[in-house]
C-alpha cells in the first residue's frame, strides 16, 4: 500500500500484592517505562508511490469531461446495501434491495445508479449508532474481501471504471467497530488519548488500514474529532476526550497511520458532535456555543486532520446556533463552505453524516440530497431510498435547481479522491491479526491504562485474583483471564476482585466489595464505585485486556491519563 499524497488542504495494575498496593502511596515522577514487548514493529506493508494530489485531479477532471448527467449524479451517491456478496444474496436481501432501490443485488445497483461508493454496514456490541444500520453485510475478512472485488469489478464496468470504486466503513474501533473477528482489535479512541502517545497511535491506525485495504476497503469512516466536552453517550470513548489539544495531535495521527496505508481516513462530525449530548440518529442536537468557543475547543482537532492530510471530512447532522440557527450543519452552507472550506481550507471531499438519520428525513430523500449537495457537501451517504435520491438530483440538475457546476465540482472531488487511491494493490489477507500487528495495538492499549484511586505502581499480584463482571461481558472477562494467566497470576474463586464495567453500565453494576474497579468504556461511572483502587483501559478489546493483565501481573505500569474529567477523582494518581 502506497502512502497517501497528504495535501489536499491546499490542493484542490493491578494493582497489588493488592493488599500491598492499597496500603502503598505513590511518589515520585511519572515515567512511561517499557511494557515488556518491543516496540510496535513497522513489518507491515512497504510504501509504493500514491498520485500526487495534481496527478489526481488532472484525471478526475478529464473523466469528468467524458461523464453524463447519470454519471455525475451517481458518483456523489454513496448507498447501503442488503446481502453479503455482490451478486448473490438471499431473498430477503434481495427484497431489502428492491425496496432501497429497485434492483435485487449489489451490483445491479452500482450499474442502474452509476454509484460512486458504497459502505459496508453492520452491527456490533454496544453499538450507539445502531439506530441506522438496518442490515449488515459484513462477517469475516474473507467474505468482505470477496464482497468488495465483487463491488470493484462491478464497478469496472461503468464509464468511471477507470477509478477504483469507493468502499467505506465505519471502522473506528470500540463500541463502532463493523469487522470484529479475524482482525486486529485497537483500543478505543478514548484509550488513545488516556496514553497521550501520537506515535503509538499512528502505528496503530497504520494496522488498522493495512488491514482494511488487505479486506478491500479504501475509505474509513474515522477518526472521530470530536471532543468530548458533554457527557454524551452516542460519541464517548469514540471520541479521544476532552482536551482540545491533546484530542488534535491524536487525530492527525491517526489520520497519517491510516492514509499510509492507502485508506482515506475520515475527519468527523463537523463542526463537533462531542459539544452536545443529544444523539443525532434520533434528533438534531443544538450547538449553543459561541462561534468563538467552538473555534478555540472544537475545531482544532478538524484542522488537525485537515493538516494531517485527510481526505475526507464528515457533516454532521448539529444545529449550530451561532452560524445558521435551526439549520442541520448537513444542509448549512454558512457551516460547509464558509467555515469548513473557507476559514479551516479544507478542499478534498465533504461527505454527510448517514442521510437515513432522523434529522436529514425531514424532506424526501432527493430534496434533501439537493440541499446536501447545494450547502457544500459532495458525498451523499446512506440515502433511505436510492432510487428517490438519484432520481431528485437528476431532475434538480435539469431544472436548474441543482446547479451544474456545483455537481462537477463534487463529482470531480471524489474521482480525485478514487485516483489518489489508485493503483495499489491490495495485501495479502495474511497480514491480518499478525504479531506485529498485534504488538501495536498492545503497546498503545498498556499506555492506555491508567490508575484514578490507588498507588500509582502497582506491587505485582500476591495471591490469587477473582475477575467478575457487569452482565453479558462474559467473553471480556475470559479474555481478561487468559492474559493474567499468561502474565503467570493465578486467577479463580477467592482473593482479591477485579471487577469489569463497561458501556452502558450504571450505578448498579458495580460491585461494593471488589478490590479493584475498572472501567472499560467511559471511566465516569469510577466516581460512583466504592473499591480503594479504580482504574481505567477505556475499552474491552483483546490489547486492552492484555495491557491491563501486564499491570496488574507488574511487568508495566499505569501511564495513562484519563482524556475526561471524572467527578472527585485525579486524571491519574501519578505525579507528573
Known amino acids: 500500500m502506497g502512502r497517501v499524497s497528504t495535501s489536499p488542504r491546499r490542493v484542490a495494575v493491578v494493582l497489588v500484592a493488592l493488599t500491598a498496593l492499597l496500603a502503598s502511596a505513590c511518589s515520585g515522577e511519572r515515567e512511561r517505562p517499557a511494557t515488556g514487548t518491543a516496540e510496535p514493529s513497522t513489518e507491515f506493508v512497504t510504501p509504493t508511490p500514491s498520485p500526487s494530489g495534481a496527478d489526481a485531479a488532472g484525471r478526475a477532471a478529464a473523466l469528468v469531461g467524458t461523464l453524463s448527467d447519470e454519471d455525475l449524479v451517481g458518483q456523489v451517491l454513496m448507498a447501503y446495501a442488503y446481502g453479503d456478496s455482490a451478486t448473490?444474496?438471499?431473498?430477503?436481501?434481495?427484497?431489502?434491495?428492491?425496496?432501497?432501490?429497485?434492483?435485487?443485488?449489489?451490483?445491479?445497483?452500482?450499474?442502474?445508479?452509476?454509484?460512486?461508493?458504497?459502505?459496508?454496514?453492520?452491527?456490533?456490541?454496544?453499538?450507539?449508532?445502531?439506530?441506522?444500520?438496518?442490515?449488515?453485510?459484513?462477517?469475516?475478512?474473507?467474505?468482505?474481501?470477496?464482497?468488495?472485488?465483487?463491488?470493484?469489478?462491478?464497478?469496472?464496468?461503468?464509464?468511471?471504471?477507470?477509478?477504483?470504486?469507493?468502499?467505506?466503513?465505519?471502522?473506528?474501533?470500540?463500541?463502532?467497530?463493523?469487522?470484529?473477528?479475524?482482525?486486529?482489535?485497537?483500543?478505543?479512541?478514548?484509550?488513545?488519548?488516556?496514553?497521550?502517545?501520537?506515535?503509538?497511535?499512528?502505528?496503530?491506525?497504520?494496522?488498522?488500514?493495512?488491514?482494511?485495504?488487505?479486506?478491500?476497503?479504501?475509505?474509513?469512516?474515522?477518526?472521530?474529532?470530536?471532543?468530548?466536552?458533554?457527557?454524551?453517550?452516542?460519541?464517548?470513548?469514540?471520541?479521544?476526550?476532552?482536551?482540545?489539544?491533546?484530542?488534535?495531535?491524536?487525530?492527525?495521527?491517526?489520520?497519517?497511520?491510516?492514509?499510509?496505508?492507502?485508506?482515506?481516513?475520515?475527519?468527523?462530525?463537523?463542526?463537533?458532535?462531542?459539544?452536545?449530548?443529544?444523539?443525532?440518529?434520533?434528533?438534531?442536537?443544538?450547538?449553543?456555543?459561541?462561534?468563538?468557543?467552538?473555534?478555540?475547543?472544537?475545531?482544532?482537532?478538524?484542522?488537525?486532520?485537515?493538516?494531517?492530510?485527510?481526505?475526507?471530512?464528515?457533516?454532521?447532522?448539529?444545529?449550530?446556533?451561532?452560524?445558521?440557527?435551526?439549520?442541520?450543519?448537513?444542509?448549512?452552507?454558512?457551516?460547509l463552505t464558509d467555515v469548513l472550506r473557507g476559514r479551516l481550507g479544507f478542499e478534498g471531499v465533504v461527505v454527510t453524516d448517514g442521510m437515513n438519520m432522523e434529522p436529514a428525513k425531514k424532506w424526501s430523500p432527493g430534496e434533501a440530497a439537493v440541499r446536501a449537495l447545494k450547502a457544500g457537501n459532495d458525498l451523499i451517504l446512506m440515502p433511505p431510498n436510492v432510487t428517490q435520491a438519484y432520481e431528485g438530483l437528476l431532475t434538480a440538475l435539469r431544472d436548474g435547481s441543482l446547479p451544474r457546476e456545483r455537481l462537477v465540482e463534487a463529482a470531480t472531488r471524489v474521482l480525485t479522491l478514487k485516483f489518489r487511491l489508485a493503483d495499489r494493490p491490495a495485501p495479502d489477507l495474511s497480514v491480518l491479526d499478525s504479531p506485529a500487528h498485534r504488538d501495536a495495538a498492545v503497546q498503545l492499549a498498556t499506555a492506555a491504562v491508567t490508575v484514578l484511586r490507588g498507588p500509582c505502581r502497582p506491587a505485582p499480584v500476591d495471591g490469587k485474583l477473582t475477575i467478575t463482571s457487569s452482565g453479558g461481558r462474559e467473553g471480556t472477562r475470559r479474555a481478561l483471564t487468559e492474559e493474567l494467566r499468561r502474565a503467570g497470576v493465578e486467577v479463580g474463586s477467592g482473593g482479591k476482585v477485579v471487577h469489569l464495567v463497561g458501556y452502558g453500565d450504571r450505578s448498579g453494576d458495580l460491585r461494593a466489595d471488589a478490590d479493584v474497579t475498572v472501567a472499560m468504556d467511559t471511566p465516569y461511572l469510577l466516581s460512583g464505585a466504592k473499591s480503594p483502587v479504580l482504574m481505567a483501559t477505556y475499552s474491552s478489546s483483546r490489547a486492552a485486556m492484555t495491557g491491563l493483565a501486564r499491570v496488574l501481573a507488574g511487568s508495566a505500569e499505569p501511564t495513562g491519563r484519563a482524556p475526561v474529567k471524572v467527578t472527585g477523582l485525579p486524571a491519574t494518581t501519578c505525579t507528573d
Open 88 to 335: 448473490e444474496v438471499s431473498a430477503g436481501s434481495a427484497a431489502g434491495n428492491r425496496a432501497l432501490a429497485g434492483v435485487d443485488t449489489p451490483a445491479q445497483m452500482i450499474e442502474k445508479y452509476r454509484l460512486g461508493g458504497l459502505i459496508l454496514v453492520g452491527f456490533s456490541a454496544d453499538d450507539p449508532t445502531s439506530a441506522n444500520q438496518v442490515t449488515t453485510n459484513v462477517d469475516n475478512p474473507t467474505q468482505v474481501r470477496k464482497l468488495t472485488t465483487g463491488l470493484q469489478e462491478a464497478a469496472g464496468k461503468l464509464t468511471t471504471g477507470a477509478a477504483p470504486f469507493l468502499v467505506g466503513i465505519d471502522q473506528e474501533y470500540g463500541v463502532v467497530t463493523r469487522v470484529t473477528d479475524g482482525v486486529t482489535m485497537l483500543p478505543s479512541a478514548l484509550a488513545a488519548g488516556a496514553a497521550d502517545d501520537p506515535a503509538k497511535t499512528e502505528a496503530a491506525w497504520q494496522v488498522a488500514g493495512t488491514e482494511l485495504a488487505a479486506m478491500g476497503v479504501n475509505m474509513d469512516f474515522a477518526p472521530v474529532a470530536d471532543v468530548l466536552v458533554s457527557r454524551s453517550t452516542v460519541i464517548g470513548s469514540r471520541s479521544f476526550g476532552g482536551d482540545t489539544e491533546r484530542a488534535a495531535a491524536q487525530v492527525g495521527a491517526a489520520v497519517r497511520g491510516l492514509q499510509s496505508a492507502g485508506v482515506a481516513a475520515t475527519v468527523k462530525h463537523f463542526p463537533g458532535h462531542g459539544h452536545s449530548a443529544e444523539d443525532s440518529h434520533h434528533e438534531l442536537p443544538v450547538l449553543g456555543q459561541t462561534k468563538g468557543k467552538l473555534a478555540k475547543e472544537a475545531w482544532p482537532p478538524f484542522s488537525a486532520g485537515i493538516d494531517a492530510g485527510a481526505l475526507a471530512v464528515m457533516s454532521a447532522h448539529l444545529d449550530v446556533r451561532s452560524v445558521d440557527p435551526g439549520t442541520a450543519a448537513t444542509f448549512s452552507r454558512k457551516v
